[in-house]
C-alpha cells in the first residue's frame, strides 16, 4: 500500500493545493530574486559610471588648477625679472648720482649755466670773457656755486628715482594686466 492511497481525497486535493502553493511561492521568490539580481547589476552599473563620471571631472578640476598655477609662476617669474631691472636701474643712477656729488664736492667737476647773450654787459655780475687758457668757444657760460650744484643734483637724483618708480609701477601693472 502507498502513502497516498491512506490519505483521503480532501486532504490529498489540499496537500497539492499547498503544494502548488508553494512551488508557486517559490517561483515568485524565484523571481524576485532574479530581479533583485537583475537591478543590483543596474544600481552597480550606475555607480560605477557615476564614478568614472566624478574621476573624469577631478582629473580635469586637477589639470585646470595646474594650468593656473603654472600660470601664477611664470607671472611670478616674469614680475621678479622685471623687479631685479628696475632695481638695478635704480642702483645705478643712485651711484651715478653719488658719482657725481662726490665729483662737484672735490671741486673735479663744476657745473655751469649758459647766460642770455641779449643781457647787456653793464648789468651782469658775471665776467662775459672767458680765461685765456680755457679752450671753451661760443656761449658765455657762468659756474655755478658747488652748494647749489649739490641741490640741483639732488633734485635731478630724486626726479630720476621718481621716473624709475614710474617705469617700474607701470611694467608691473602693464604684466599684471596682459593676460598670457
Known amino acids: 500500500m502507498r502513502v497516498i492511497d491512506v490519505i483521503p481525497t480532501p486532504y490529498r486535493l489540499l496537500a497539492i493545493v499547498v503544494l502548488l502553493a508553494a512551488l508557486a511561492g517559490g517561483s515568485a521568490a524565484l523571481a524576485w530574486q532574479v530581479q533583485d539580481w537583475r537591478y543590483g547589476r543596474q544600481l552597480e552599473q550606475q ?11 577631478t582629473l580635469t578640476a586637477a589639470a585646470q588648477q595646474q594650468a593656473e598655477q603654472d600660470k ?42 649758459l647766460l ?10 658775471v665776467s662775459a670773457t672767458t680765461s685765456t687758457g680755457s679752450v ?16 640741483i643734483i639732488g633734485i635731478t637724483d630724486a626726479g630720476d628715482q621718481r621716473l624709475i618708480a ?3 609701477c607701470q611694467a608691473y601693472a602693464k604684466e599684471v594686466s596682459t593676460p598670457k
Not at 614680475?79 to 665729483?103: C, F, P, V
Open 47 to 57: 555607480a560605477r559610471l557615476q564614478a568614472e563620471h566624478l574621476n573624469q571631472l
Open 116 to 125: 642770455d647773450a641779449t643781457e647787456s654787459a653793464s648789468d651782469s655780475t
Open 136 to 151: 671753451v668757444h661760443g656761449a658765455t657760460r657762468a659756474q655755478l656755486d658747488p652748494a647749489h650744484a649739490q641741490r
Open 166 to 168: 614710474l617705469a617700474a
Open 72 to 113: 601664477r609662476l611664470a607671472l611670478e617669474q616674469r614680475l621678479s625679472a622685471s623687479e631685479q631691472t628696475h632695481y638695478r636701474a635704480l642702483s645705478d643712477a643712485q651711484r651715478d648720482q653719488g658719482r657725481l656729488r662726490d665729483r662737484l664736492a672735490t671741486a673735479d667737476l663744476r657745473l655751469s649755466v
